[in-house]
């Protein structure tokens, strides 16, 4: 329970769904973690969405929940960019399964915006090290490498040794689709912020998180080459 424990780690979270019950699957939930845990050492795993020019209610109701997480004396909170690997079923496991069945994927946009995936193993080893080095105060866990989404696709495309063509897709013409498929669906299967952001160059610099945490992430090429293989193995 909570009050046998030492340290508490709060990662669960309501990503996608009814706007309301993510805010009170993560707000609610989150302030009763927090009153249950009284004074314990807290480690908080958010998302670099927060940082987003635009933002939907999943990174809203992050960003809620790192306010009141920063009034607890012994915080840490770990503001996570794309995680790909072992456990994702949605997003990059999403894009590897595209490519693995089509021969081409619809890239909105030109597709050479940068962004910073890291490998599920380096946010486990960095939740560690943040454990052992008693870290404190808030932090970015992003990849070594800023990759494009074309580039991604080209490196999936030379592990699965299959020629994928992209396609990529002018804006001007999906705003409209996107517009009335949010108005149309109470759960919009895509939406103008998620695209808005991909199509943003969001890159960080990991040097102050690589010197206090002691450890680097690893190549991208490496995560996705481990990915590949783990997915393929089981």
Not at 1 to 18: E, N, P, R, W
Not at 112 to 121: D, E, G, R
Not at 149 to 166: C, D, G, W
Request: net charge positive; aromatic share 10%.
């Amino acid at each position: 329970s909570v009050a046998q424990a030492d340290i508490v780690l709060h990662m669960a979270a309501f990503i996608y769904g009814d706007e309301k019950q993510i805010y009170l699957v993560n707000v609610e939930g989150t302030k009763n973690l927090i009153s249950f845990s009284k004074n314990k050492r807290f480690i908080f795993l958010s998302t670099k969405n927060v940082l987003d020019k635009y933002r939907n209610a999943y990174s809203e109701s992050k960003k809620e929940c790192e306010k009141m997480v920063a009034k607890i004396k012994n915080h840490l909170i770990l503001r996570v960019s794309a995680v790909f690997g072992e456990g994702d079923t949605k997003n990059f496991a999403t894009l590897i399964r595209l490519c693995e069945t089509v021969p081409f994927v619809l890239v909105p946009g030109d597709g050479k915006a940068k962004m910073q995936p890291v490998h599920v193993s380096d946010v486990a080893q960095l939740v560690l090290k943040g454990i052992q080095k008693e870290v404190k105060g808030t932090y970015i866990i992003a990849g070594k490498d800023r990759v494009t989404l074309n580039e991604i696709v080209h490196e999936l495309s030379r592990l699965l040794n299959k020629k994928v063509y992209i396609v990529h897709l002018p804006l001007f013409l999906i705003y409209g689709v996107i517009r009335l498929n949010e108005l149309i669906f109470r759960h919009p299967f895509v939406t103008w912020a998620r695209v808005a952001n991909i199509t943003r160059t969001n890159v960080f610099d990991m040097r102050e998180t690589i010197r206090v945490f002691g450890y680097e992430p690893k190549t991208f090429a490496e995560g996705l080459k481990w990915t590949i293989e783990k997915r393929h193995s089981s």
